[in-house]
């Protein structure tokens, strides 16, 4: 489960240019489903992805991660609760690489290098030994059949064929949370029924699964759990609070 | 234990892929980085092989020479001080020594003409350094012409030509018969340039030294650690010259470093939100930037000795023996000994990778430190 009580983002804070992206949002998000944020550009849902993956802090409110993080994170009472807003950017950084995979809305894959090595980065400062990471980062690509790529380098991919390398470089350190931002943008109808099936599937592995769209192919889903609708950055329908 | 090992290898095979990526960047900038090293590595190996290259010619050196002045220059010294020298405790021996310069104004170059001991050279006969015999074009068995005091033609049989082993100090030598010297230059006899003396105790030389100069006013007694002190300070002098003409290099090379580094492409900054976004902490990014600088770094270090080694040691550095073997129309043809010490590669190392690390570790932190959303935002 993860609970966002009151949570709020400023940017440029006390400056003439400040605005607010995210007003006092409270929300549950139910482990194991699919969650859609569903709105207009610049309603907020960007910034929300943004807080509960660990890549920014809120400027107010708690975001809570239950039972989600690994056990090396998960607080001394033996809850396996973490509030994450409150952490230092060394464990912030560590609960982003285990327990969150993100699938951005240019892909934001690394140019110049192969495909191969774009799904092998998160795993790099784990540490993890060379072989069982490019092991896995095959079974990925292959997954996603695009394991005839490996070797090449990922410029001359097509948009669909770049998302799914983005898909399998979110996955490979087995996070337990999925997150996509606008995941569809860039692809045609085919293409984004696909992508939902790749969701479906993680869905069906118990991997929770948090899309920001305003693709109707995405929140009209019948895989779709849950819709939130945001607006202005408040939640305007959907979404229970914790 | 492991991991850490295994965690530095994935970063350092990015970083290595990094480098190939941004080919003609990095490249210019070793190219730039290999010319500095090899410029300020030449200079200081070449001025600490002459040092010690006048060291080793200095240890046959007389331990005090004894000059006469008159009106506070240098002027002939009359052989019988020499006795009275000799009489004094301590001294092992004193030897008359004659020599002068001569200007050849055919090719505009000093010659340094000596007498040699006793009846080692027989008269009309003259052993010539190797740049006497290329600027005049002699060989042994020609003939070389001088003109005396009065402007009349002397000729020498050249008997032979010095090694070019010995050209630091003997490039522009010629080693006549004393009675051939006097002749040319019309001294008179009874007078030497100065007298070598010899000292059984080196302890003793500054007391002998008093006693030479409290017995004979108008002499000037010149100690042999005097003479290494002019050396080193004529070497350290021109090697000076040289090294603020490379500071300049070198700050211009800071600048460089620090532009290349500090204009991080949009693409850079986007790769480092990338990585921050998919897990990378601040101090990974910092890793791998700093396995990317020592990568550039010691390989231009590493290419830069060599080549600074190769072009002192193997081609008697061709770039720099005009400004740092002497100003003049002979210059000294030979092959310096290697001489590198541990403390002039580890200054060499500071003065060349310790500039480029501060200018490329500080803008990479400064972009390593935003926020990984900015990936999301792009």
């Known amino acids: ?242 | 234990m492991n991991r850490t090992i295994e965690r530095h290898r994935h970063i350092i095979d990015f970083a290595l892929s990094s480098l190939l990526r941004r080919k003609g960047k990095n490249l210019s900038l070793l190219a730039v980085y290999v010319l500095i090293v090899f410029m300020i590595g030449s200079v200081m190996f070449f001025i600490q092989a002459l040092k010690r290259e006048a060291a080793l010619i200095l240890q046959g050196a007389p331990d005090m020479v004894v000059q006469r002045l008159v009106a506070g220059r240098q002027d002939l010294i009359p052989v019988g001080y020499g006795d009275k020298i000799g009489a004094i405790r301590g001294v092992s021996g004193v030897r008359p020594r004659l020599w002068g310069y001569y200007y050849d104004p055919a090719v505009g170059a000093n010659y340094t003409l000596m007498a040699a001991d006793g009846d080692r050279q027989a008269p009309g006969t003259a052993v010539i350094g190797s740049g006497v015999a290329a600027t005049r074009r002699l060989a042994q068995g020609d003939f070389l012409t001088l003109r005396d005091y009065s402007g009349e033609p002397v000729l020498l049989e050249v008997a032979g030509i010095m090694p070019y082993a010995s050209d630091l100090v003997a490039a522009d030598l010629i080693v006549m018969a004393e009675s051939d010297l006097r002749a040319l230059f019309n001294l008179p006899g009874g007078s030497a340039t100065d007298l070598a003396v010899a000292v059984r105790n080196p302890r003793e030389l500054a007391t002998i030294a008093a006693k030479i100069a409290r017995q004979f006013p108008d002499t000037r007694p010149i100690l042999k650690s005097e003479i290494l002190r002019t050396y080193d300070s004529i070497f350290d002098w021109r090697g000076g010259m040289v090294v603020v003409l490379l500071a300049v290099a070198v700050l211009s090379f800071v600048i460089f470093a620090w532009d290349k580094a500090t204009g991080l492409s949009a693409e850079e900054r986007k790769e480092i939100g990338i990585l921050k976004s998919i897990g990378w902490e601040t101090g990974d990014v910092l890793l791998l930037k700093f396995w990317e600088g020592t990568v550039i770094s010691l390989s231009a270090f590493l290419a830069g000795v060599i080549l600074a080694y190769g072009h002192l040691f193997f081609f008697s550095a061709p770039l720099f023996e005009h400004a740092l073997k002497g100003w003049a129309v002979i210059y000294p043809r030979f092959r310096l000994t290697p001489a590198i010490d541990a403390y002039q590669l580890a200054v060499l190392f500071v003065l060349t990778v310790v500039p480029y690390t501060v200018a490329t570790i500080i803008p990479s932190w400064q972009a390593a430190t935003v926020d990984p959303d900015a990936a999301m935002r792009s």
């Open chain 1, 1 to 242: 489960m993860i609970e966002l009580v009151q949570v709020s983002k400023s940017f440029n804070a006390g400056k003439a240019n400040q605005f607010t992206a995210v007003r006092e949002v409270s929300l549950a998000i139910a482990p194991g489903r699919v969650t859609v944020l569903k709105g207009p550009s610049g309603s907020g849902k960007t910034t929300l992805l943004t807080l509960i993956g660990c890549m920014a802090r809120p400027t107010s409110g708690r975001i809570v991660l239950r039972g989600i993080a690994p056990a090396s994170f998960a607080g001394p009472d033996g809850t396996g609760e973490i509030e994450i807003t409150s952490l230092p950017e060394r464990f912030l950084t560590g609960i982003r690489r285990t327990t969150f995979g993100f699938i951005f809305q240019q892909f934001n894959l690394v140019r110049g290098i192969t495909v191969l090595e774009n799904v092998m980065l998160p795993a790099y400062p784990t540490g993890e030994a060379h072989g069982s990471v490019r092991r896995r980062a095959m079974e990925l690509l292959e997954l996603f059949n695009v394991g005839r790529h490996a070797s090449a380098p990922v410029d001359r991919l097509s948009g669909g064929e770049a998302q799914r390398v983005a898909i399998a470089r979110a996955l490979i350190n087995d996070p337990a949370i999925v997150i996509a931002d606008e995941p569809t943008a860039h692809l045609d109808t085919g293409l984004s029924r696909e992508f939902m099936e790749i969701a479906g599937s993680f869905k069906a592995a118990g991997k929770t699964i948090l899309i920001a769209s305003h693709d109707p192919i995405v929140f009209d889903s019948p895989l779709a759990d849950a819709v939130v609708e945001m607006r202005d950055g408040r939640v305007t329908r959907g979404g229970s609070a914790p």
